[in-house]
């Protein structure tokens, strides 16, 4: 089965890929696995024990000597930060990797010996539980290509977040070229001056930072080819998936206070030409524009002056509550369309096809699909409102002795249960039905 392409038809390069639409309940069956939080303390925590351990309170302690340089050095310091943010639910394998590397550096006997098995036997089968969790999620991914209904037409752009360069955080490739090009120009700049040409003159520090930092930077691509194998072990496809934070291993990140590029192009929205858009081309979010308080149509002012029939039609839409829409919840009816879902730590991309299973009802196109982590409590899951910056959105302060609330509109003819409240001079809030009013707030409203 064929289904029509949503996206521009100016783009000539496409890929065909298998479809396939999920319900709820198929959703919902992806393997529970150790919670991202859990597996990371689990595996920091007592690799810090351990080399504590080693250091200070072994019979047989472990001493530096040749390797202080390099352990005190601040390459050592951001590559462990680095590893810290970036391993994520490969942490287990540098774990195990660091047991194996103490042993060998120490040599040890008696207790130290017995300690550092059991590290080994503990990082080792955290990893394996790691990996076991990882396989079986691809292996349901694996069975849903197979189960596809069809086929369905993407341009092959949309699939650029999914390349290996960027299946490792900005941040890490920075940091980690950061200190591997730190060192080099200062090794460089001492060559070039102070060392008058000659190697040996040289600061030997500066060669024990490059070398960290060039090791740092071997384990990070290192990671990242465990990623990128990772990718190609699930065949490509697109996935509809209901848009329920509630359900599955996929949080939501919900893009508030901006507007698409598609809702700026009419002659009355002056959103685009906003002070807060100069730099447009460095959010977060590409094609979104941070909305105007002083819109036309998208302002404060002309969101508060429409009728409550008129309001209830954009009722649903984020930027009509600006930073406020924390509270907004997600209708629950919706449904997306993603692709480059492999297992745990993957991070799809939204497709912009629309599919014949699902009746038509999407979600909108601020809700995006994050990163695969298994949660804490994955029922209790909430949607993460970001600006188009990436920026965390706090509502705006209340007060209730002074603001002039406008009105209180019943939501429940769009599906929500709660009311917007319009206030002179501030973005919309929602308020859920069952929120308990103050009765200093209600002096004000009379």
């Known amino acids: 089965m064929q289904m029509a392409n949503q996206a521009a038809s100016g783009s000539t390069s496409h890929k065909n890929i298998p479809f396939c639409s999920l319900r709820e309940d198929e959703w919902a069956q992806v393997p529970r696995t150790i919670p991202d939080l859990w597996l990371g303390v689990g595996v920091w925590v007592p690799l810090g024990a351990l080399l504590l351990y080693l250091i200070r309170f072994a019979p047989q302690p472990l001493v530096l000597g040749s390797w202080a340089p390099i352990l005190l050095s601040y390459s050592f310091f951001i590559g462990v930060i680095v590893l810290l943010g970036g391993a994520g639910r490969h942490a287990a394998w540098i774990g195990l990797a660091a047991a194996i590397w103490f042993d060998a550096l120490l040599d040890p006997t008696g207790t130290e010996q017995q300690v550092l098995y059991a590290a080994m036997g503990y990082f080792g089968l955290l990893a394996i539980a790691g990996l076991i969790g990882q396989l079986r999620f691809a292996a349901l991914l694996t069975t849903w290509h197979r189960q596809a209904q069809g086929s369905v037409q993407v341009p092959s752009n949309a699939f650029k977040p999914l390349r290996y360069s960027q299946l490792i955080p900005t941040w890490m490739w920075g940091l980690t070229s950061a200190i591997v090009v730190w060192p080099l120009l200062k090794a460089g700049w001492k060559f070039f001056t102070v060392a ?39 065949p490509l496809m697109a996935l509809e998936i209901p848009g329920v934070p509630e359900t599955g291993p996929l949080g939501f990140i919900g893009v508030g206070n901006g507007l698409p590029a598609s809702q700026v192009q009419s002659a009355q929205c002056t959103c685009a030409q906003d002070e807060a858009n100069n730099k447009a081309e460095d959010f977060k979010h590409p094609g979104w524009f941070l ?27 984020p930027w009509v509550y600006g930073a406020n829409v924390e509270a907004l919840p997600c209708a629950g009816t919706g449904r997306m369309v993603i692709s480059g879902l492999y297992g745990w730590g993957s991070k799809p991309v939204r497709l912009g096809v629309r599919s014949f299973f699902s009746g038509g009802l999407q979600t909108g196109a601020h809700l995006l699909p994050g990163t695969a982590r298994e949660p804490l409590r994955r029922a209790t899951r909430s949607i993460r409102w970001v600006d188009p910056r990436g920026n965390a959105l706090a509502p705006e302060a209340i007060d209730a002795a002074s603001e002039q609330v406008i009105d209180r509109i019943n939501l429940a003819p769009v599906g929500l249960r709660g009311h917007a409240v319009r206030v002179a001079g501030q973005r919309v809030r929602f308020e859920a039905a069952d929120a308990r009013i103050p009765a200093e707030r209600d002096a004000a409203r009379s």
């Open 196 to 234: 008058d040409m000659d190697f040996a003159a040289v600061d030997a520090e500066l060669y024990y930072e490059l070398g960290v930092g060039l090791g740092v930077m071997a384990l990070v691509q290192l990671v990242g080819l465990f990623k990128w194998f990772e990718s190609r072990s699930v």
């Open 291 to 317: 909305v105007s308080d002083q819109c036309a149509v998208h302002g404060i002012r002309a969101v508060n002056e429409v009728s409550a029939g008129q309001f209830l039609e954009i009722a649903q839409e």
